[in-house]
Structure formats: structure tokens, C-alpha cells
């Protein structure tokens, strides 16, 4: 087998407040791997992990994270043997992100021409009408109309859609072999948010991108992804292929998450609940992170966690049911 | 069907758009909501669908009356309420209720929560502070919450909890209908899912009306029995939730179900993407407001707006294809 594009292995990050007398587990043991051209999605409600999961991975932690163990390892280098300078090379050139809010992701003062150009300039050395052609080409693959003169125009005047798009150009635009988006669509309304998901669809075949997507929405998931991680706490629970895992799901967590959306289709009575909330990050529940949430916990799920169990084909779950299974 | 609550008649909203600073002239306006027709049953949910810019929080505003229409009347319990003054306002306000979607700025963060789901007890009636303290208690049991909640404050509690206190509050009067403002999409996935079956119970229970203004289709389906779904201030297509479930008409009803991201892969629909933006309001385009971005359209589409038709499974479409 040849080695995938991303390995994280055991990744546990964690974040320092009060002088390091509290300590915050946001990542704590995640592994996983991302082949080229493949599209993951890592999905969890607020405060699981999966943003700092995926800005480990960049390594543009805040100033109170650190990693503390693991291995994350891209296209054969470990990331976090890489000094800083080394870590800017790859950021924007074989990595790049696209974050939530195309608002603050801009910069107001700018054109959006010179903030496409810039990793260009940067990473790729390109100046003159090579580079004026190349910006006209990545507008024109995000289905701007009229490249040359929204080239010059600022992010006020466009709209929160096009914005969106001038990100994912900016994004591509060296051609990355990872491309991280972290809920890139919460903010646009569904019809411009289904255009965006196309495109992006359509930009990955034709570049052969590896995407990440970070999201809350099981539907998104569903949509794009081939694989899917879901978090819980920190903790990775369950990952699996996306059929595998919407079809049988092998975490009480996964299975109550996708009960609890309702259905496009059919018509449900009443939505499956989660009752009580996700633990506090600063005190964890010993054991199972779910088990105070969970149906069918038993005695040793409050007291001991549970390792990941491999329970199919690349499927694996941390559960103590699936202990043997 | 059942007895009608709340009709509104041909609402309109236009807020005029103003050029110059101290002479201003009144040089167009937007047309937020723009002939609105429905009613609402007793017991009843009434989803709008709809993306933003379409008018359907501005249709809440009016019906709340936190904006005067420019035209058109909302009926409740047959009555006009534009005209209602003195004792039969205060009785409308009363009657009718709102939460609202962000549970961080809807509560007041320097008010303990016994003060906040009280607040309207003591404004609008006669209780003693024994009766107000045991109604208190009642609205917390409601909501799923202890009781030692009341003393504490809103920074306290997490957003699912917020949204609780948002809908005890807004029960305190016993209203008849409650405005629901995105009530859910701020809140996780599986608090999601206990607010929703909140308001189903509740709604069981003391035979609400609820006009349910939502993005998430998904969502709306489930809670509501009937659906409009809005384009740019216009109605473009109501029916029962199962009705357009199963048998979307308009092209951008059929657009939003395709958009909308399946809860499960088996899900998918055909793909149906509309290009383009949604236009702005200010000028919205002549004919029906869609045609510029429906697959569909036809040279009429251009020309001539179409009207809500009632059609054989039961919905009202604006379409000229039907």
C-alpha cells in the first residue's frame, strides 16, 4: 500500500490556561488517515475538537495550545518535526484552508486580485501577465463573471456567495494536494451553498484535491464525503467509510447523532433525543467521554476509556460494546 | 380543518429608500413583503421557508407588531388588529408570543432567570408575588428545567438551556401563538433535536399555534403542518408539509429540496442547482421574480407575474408552468 497523503497518529493537543494549572484536552488521541483525491469530513458539535483537530494539522494553534503528543505526517514529512519557516512554505502552497466567515477572512483594505496574488507571488514566484492570467483563470473556474474587472474590486462589493468563492480561489490557487475547509458554508443560504459544494465538488476531480471538511452538518457529510470521523469530547469515536456509516453506525454517540436529524423523505413521529449536554472540555467525565449521555452505558464505561476497535474494513469505534465484536 | 387563528390578507411591507442627508428624498423602495396571503389553524404550525431577503422575519415583525404594514390586514380570531386599541391591544400582545434565534442576545445577561420569565407576568397582569413564584416554577417544570435555576443568570447556561428559558418565558402568558425565529439553527445537533420535541409537546399540550420561520427545510418539514415558501416577498408556493414533501411544484421549491443537505446519503434528489444570486429587492425583476434564475422559464415568465393557483394535490403555486 502506498502511503497516504495525511497520517495523523494519536494526535492529543492541548490548550494551557491559568499559567498550566488548567489543562484542556481539546485533542486528545485522534488518528486517522486521508488518501490523495479523497474527501474526509470530521464532524462534531461546538467544542468537540474539530476545529483544533484540523488547525493542528497547519499548525497555527493559538498561543495557549500546544501538541503534546502524536504524529501528523503529510506526503511522507512530519509536520511537526518542521520549523516555523518550513510550516509558511507549506502553508497556502501544498496545504491551504478555507475558513468560516468569508468576512473576516478578507481583507477589507485590499482588491480581491491582490489577495488572490499574493500566495502566488509568494509560493510560486509569479509575476507580470503570467500571473494576471493566472488570476483570471482561478475567478473564472469559481464562476465569476467578468474576471478582469472584479479583479479590481474590493470584498464590500460582493456578495456573501461570490465571497465565498474568491476564498476557495485563493485557496486552490497554488494547488494544494490538501485542501482543509472549516464549515465553509455556514453562513450562505442553501441555494448558494449547494452552487459552492458543486464547485468545490467540481474543482477536486479536476486538480485531484484531498479536502477535509470540518463541519456540524451530517448533511454535508453526506453529500461530499467519502470517509467520515465523528468527535466526541476530543476524542475521535467513530470513523468509518460514509455508507458504512450512515448505514451502520457503531458508536451510540454516531447512531443517537443521526437519529436526532430529521429526514428530507420521510416523515418521523418524533426526533430521537440526546438528553444533557456535551461535558465541559475542563472536566471531562472519566471513561467513556458519552457514557453520562449514554443509553446504554454500562459500569465500565464510567471508569475506563475505551480504545479504538477496528469493527469493519476501516471502520473502527471506541466503544467498549464493540470490544470483540 | 380547524378553526382559523390568524389570517393575514394581501400584507405588504416597503421601507422607503432615502438619498441625501438633511433634505432626503425618497427615491425607491424595497418591497421586503409584498402581498402575503395566509392563515393559520388553531393548533396548528405554519412554516416559512425561505432564503434571506425573502421577507419571512419582516412578515413575523408585522404580525408582532414591531413594524407597521404599509397595506394589507392580519386578522386574529377574526379581528383587525391595526385597529385594536386600549384593553383588546394589550389582550393581542398578549396572545401572541416570540422566540427568537440567537439565545445569547435575547435574554438580558443582568437579569437573574426567575426576573426574566416573570418580567412579563408582572408587567401584564395582577398576580400576587405567591402566584407569580408558583408560575414560575410551573414554566420551569415545562421547559425541563430544575428549579434552582431561577436564581442563577443567563452566562450560566448553555444555548439548548437559553432556548428553554427563551420559550418559558414566551409561555408565561399562556399565549396562543408563538412566533418562532429560527429557533433551533444557533443551537448543536442533538440539543437540536430536544428543542424540537419540546415544542411538539408543548404544542400537544396547550393546543398552540406556531409560525415557524425557518432556513432549514428539513427542520420546517418536520414541525409544521402547512408550509409557504417565499421568494422575494412573494409567496410562491403553500401547501401541507406532506403535500410538498412529496410533490414540490414551483421550480425553486423543487431548487430548495434539492439544495437542502440530506440527513441520510439514500436521501439525495436530483439535482436541481439554480445559478445565479438572489436579485435585489430594491428592483426586483418584472414578471415572476424566479425567471431569471428558473430552469424552466419560458418568454411569459418575463412578462407577466403569476398568481397562486390552487392544484390537484391540494397546494397553491405561482407558477405559469401549471
Known amino acids: 500500500m502506498t502511503e497516504p497523503l495525511l497520517a495523523v497518529n494519536n494526535l492529543q493537543m492541548h490548550l494551557f490556561a491559568n499559567r498550566g494549572t488548567r489543562v484542556v484536552k481539546a485533542v486528545d488521541g485522534v488518528s486517522f488517515t486521508l488518501s490523495k483525491g479523497e474527501t474526509m469530513g470530521i464532524v462534531g458539535e461546538s467544542g468537540s475538537g474539530k476545529t483544533m483537530t484540523s488547525l493542528s494539522i497547519l499548525r497555527l494553534l493559538p498561543t495557549a495550545g500546544r501538541i503534546v503528543g502524536g504524529e501528523i505526517r503529510f506526503a511522507g514529512q512530519d509536520l511537526l518535526g518542521k520549523t516555523d519557516r518550513e510550516m509558511q512554505r507549506l502553508r497556502g502552497s501544498d496545504i491551504a484552508m478555507i475558513l468560516q466567515d468569508p468576512m473576516m477572512s478578507l481583507n477589507p483594505l485590499f482588491t480581491i486580485g491582490e489577495q488572490i496574488a499574493e500566495p502566488l507571488r509568494v509560493h510560486r514566484g509569479m509575476r507580470g501577465t503570467g500571473l494576471f492570467n493566472r488570476l483570471k483563470e482561478l475567478l473564472h473556474g469559481v464562476r465569476i463573471p467578468s474576471p478582469e474587472t472584479r479583479l479590481r474590486d474590493y470584498p464590500h462589493q460582493m456578495s456573501g456567495g461570490m465571497r465565498q468563492r474568491i476564498v476557495g480561489a485563493i485557496g486552490i490557487s497554488c494547488e494544494p494536494s490538501l485542501l482543509v475547509a472549516d464549515e465553509p458554508t455556514t453562513s450562505l443560504d442553501v441555494t448558494i451553498q449547494a452552487q459552492y459544494l458543486q464547485l468545490l465538488k467540481e474543482i477536486q476531480q479536476r486538480i485531484g484535491l484531498a479536502m477535509m471538511f470540518i463541519t456540524h452538518d451530517i448533511g454535508i457529510v453526506a453529500k461530499m464525503c467519502d470517509y467520515v470521523a465523528v468527535m466526541y469530547a476530543g476524542k475521535l469515536v467513530e470513523r468509518a467509510p460514509m455508507r458504512t456509516l450512515f448505514r451502520a453506525p457503531k458508536h451510540p454517540y454516531t447512531e443517537a447523532l443521526l437519529k436526532a436529524v430529521p429526514r428530507l423523505n420521510t416523515t418521523t413521529e418524533r426526533l430521537w433525543s440526546i438528553e444533557g449536554q456535551p461535558p465541559d472540555l475542563a472536566a471531562v467525565p472519566p471513561g467513556c467521554p458519552f457514557s453520562p449521555r449514554c443509553p446504554v452505558a454500562e459500569a465500565r464505561c464510567c471508569r475506563d476509556t475505551p480504545p479504538e476497535f477496528q469493527v469493519g474494513p476501516n471502520h473502527y469505534s471506541r466503544c467498549w460494546l464493540q470490544e470483540g465484536a | ?322
Open chain 2, 1 to 322: 380543518m380547524s378553526q382559523t387563528l390568524l389570517e393575514i390578507k394581501n400584507l405588504t411591507k416597503h421601507f422607503p429608500v432615502t438619498q441625501g442627508l438633511l433634505w432626503q428624498k425618497t427615491v425607491g423602495s424595497v418591497k421586503a413583503v409584498d402581498g402575503v396571503s395566509y392563515r393559520l389553524g388553531t393548533g396548528e404550525t405554519l412554516g416559512l421557508v425561505g432564503e434571506s431577503g425573502c421577507g419571512k422575519s419582516t412578515t413575523a415583525k408585522m404580525i408582532l407588531m414591531l413594524e407597521p404594514p404599509t397595506s394589507g390586514s392580519i386578522l386574529f380570531q377574526g379581528e383587525e388588529v391595526r385597529s385594536l386599541s386600549g384593553k383588546a391591544l394589550h389582550g393581542y400582545r398578549r396572545g401572541v408570543q416570540a422566540v427568537f434565534q440567537d439565545p445569547y442576545s435575547s435574554l438580558n445577561p443582568r437579569l437573574r432567570i426567575g426576573r426574566l420569565i416573570t418580567e412579563p407576568l408582572v408587567v401584564n397582569t395582577e398576580m400576587s408575588k405567591a402566584q407569580i413564584e408558583e408560575r414560575l416554577r410551573e414554566l420551569l417544570d415545562l421547559v425541563g428545567l430544575s428549579h434552582r435555576a431561577a436564581h442563577l443568570f443567563p452566562h450560566e447556561f448553555s444555548g439548548g438551556q437559553r432556548q428553554r428559558i427563551a420559550i418559558a418565558r414566551a409561555l408565561a402568558l399562556r399565549p396562543r401563538l408563538i412566533v418562532l425565529d429560527e429557533p433551533v439553527s444557533a443551537l448543536d445537533v442533538s440539543i437540536r433535536a430536544q428543542i424540537m420535541n419540546l415544542l411538539q409537546d408543548l404544542q400537544e399540550e396547550f393546543g398552540l399555534s406556531y409560525l415557524l420561520i425557518a432556513h432549514d427545510l428539513a427542520a420546517v418539514l418536520h414541525l409544521s403542518t402547512m408550509i409557504a415558501v417565499m421568494y422575494l416577498g412573494k409567496i410562491v408556493e403553500t401547501g401541507s408539509s406532506h403535500t410538498l414533501r412529496t410533490q414540490p411544484l414551483h421550480p425553486y421549491t423543487q431548487a430548495l429540496f434539492s439544495a437542502a443537505l440530506p440527513g441520510h446519503p439514500d436521501d439525495q434528489r436530483d439535482e436541481v442547482i439554480i445559478e445565479g444570486e438572489i436579485p435585489s429587492p430594491l428592483n426586483p425583476p418584472a414578471g415572476c421574480r424566479f425567471h431569471p434564475r428558473c430552469p424552466f422559464a419560458q418568454a411569459i415568465c418575463a412578462v407577466e407575474e403569476p398568481v397562486l393557483q390552487p392544484q390537484a394535490g391540494g397546494s397553491e403555486v405561482a407558477c405559469h408552468l401549471y
